[in-house]
């Protein structure tokens, strides 16, 4: 099985910042990596998808990186409305998919 | 507008039968795969299984497999997650979600309890 990991678990930020947030995949998965929000109460939400394609209609201060095993999501510019918890995802071609623990953003 | 829509909370006692729905619309919904995903109460993202409703077909998480069972009636649009012996640790928030190359759109939820 592929485990996922993210770092950090969580982070406490001003508006206006640079976020960064990273994610590993115990072996190789390409580019099959997505990158979920969620606010409190409320369904995930796809913002990256295949490590660094922006989702329709997701603001484009949200942007994604890597490939392989290491993989990198960034805020450019954090908002009060980004306040969430954000969970990277890999899926292989048997439609298992696995989500990392994720990482809480607070201001 | 494509929408998952999901049936409403349930409170069960340990050891009852439990199915909780997801109705899709705005898409055609035999031809995506629908995906499960549990949440813990202040827990993360749990992938349980998936189901391709056109023919039934599912794959599910090896920690899932057994406990649960994911269906979908492709005539009413709807796909089911079920459990025949509910436990006080299957309580937790599920989500359906449709596959289309990513998992793109989301139900809004259906919190189960189970409790004595």
């Known amino acids: 099985d592929i485990q996922m990991t993210q770092s950090p678990s969580s982070l406490s930020a001003s508006v206006g910042d640079r976020v960064t947030i990273t994610c590993q995949a115990s072996?190789?998965?390409?580019?099959?990596l997505n990158w979920f929000q969620q606010k409190p109460g409320k369904a995930p939400k796809l913002l990256i998808y295949?490590?660094?394609n922006l989702e329709t209609g997701v603001p484009s201060r949200f942007s994604g990186s890597g490939s392989g095993t290491d993989f990198t999501f960034t805020i450019s510019g954090l908002q009060p409305e980004d306040i969430a918890t954000y969970y990277c995802q890999q899926y292989d071609n048997l439609l298992q998919f696995t989500f990392g623990p994720g990482t809480k953003v607070e201001i | 507008e494509v929408q998952l829509v999901q049936s409403g909370a349930e409170v069960k006692w340990p050891g009852e039968s439990l199915r909780i729905s997801c109705k899709g619309s705005g898409y055609t919904f035999s031809q995506y795969w629908i995906g499960w995903v549990r949440q813990m109460p202040g827990k993360g993202l749990e992938w349980m299984g998936i189901?391709?409703?056109?023919?039934?077909?599912?794959r599910y998480n090896p920690s899932f497999k057994g406990q649960v069972t994911i269906s979908a009636d492709k005539s009413i649009n709807t796909a089911y997650l079920q459990w025949t012996n509910l436990k006080a640790s299957d309580t937790a928030l599920y989500y359906c979600?449709?596959?289309?190359?990513?998992?793109?759109?989301w139900g809004q939820g259906t919190l189960v309890t189970v409790s004595s």
């Open positions: 295949d490590a660094s």
């Open positions: 072996q190789d998965i390409g580019k099959l």
């Open positions: 189901i391709y409703p056109s023919d039934s077909g599912t």
């Open positions: 979600a449709r596959l289309r190359g990513r998992l793109d759109s």
